[in-house]
Nanobody
Framework: QVQLVESGGGLVQAGGSLRLSCAASGRTSSGYPKGWFRQAPGKEREFVAAMFWGGRSTAYADSVKGRFTISVDNAKNTVYLQMNSLKPEDTAVYYC??????????????????????WGQGTQVTVSS
């Protein structure tokens, strides 16, 4: 079993920055695909960012491209989401996700919630205007 624990959420003013962390434990490989998703009240969970193909490729939602960066520390088995230039519309609960196997699927594959086998409990990010 794999456990994912997110941290780093909080309240920030528009234009500010936050860095989310997701520590993985259990039977997982740091090279397997990891993703970040978010869910705002009354909305479906949506893709934010992913790292895949053994860590050699990343993908981002259009709404965060150029502002958010996904990265991984293999030694700590931790994936990060650096969020800059935050906007009120970024307010949501942010979840990290992990897939139990690797592979070289099309990049769009890694933006689907159904691709991932393990999920964290979520961390709240609130951006005030």
């Amino acid at each position: 079993q794999v456990q994912l624990v997110e941290s780093g959420g909080g309240l920030v003013q528009a234009g500010g920055s936050l860095r989310l962390s997701c520590a993985a434990s259990g039977r997982t490989s740091s090279g397997y695909p990891k993703g970040w998703f978010r869910q705002a009240p009354g909305k479906e969970r949506e893709f934010v960012a992913a790292m895949f193909w053994g860590g050699r490729s990343t993908a981002y939602a259009d709404s965060v491209k150029g502002r958010f960066t996904i990265s991984v520390d293999n030694a700590k088995n931790t994936v990060y989401l650096q969020m800059n230039s935050l906007k009120p519309e970024d307010t949501a609960v942010y979840y990290c996700a992990a897939r139990r196997s690797g592979g070289y699927d099309a990049s769009s594959f890694y933006s689907r919630t159904t691709t991932y086998d393990y999920w964290g409990q979520g961390t709240q990010v609130t951006v005030s205007s």
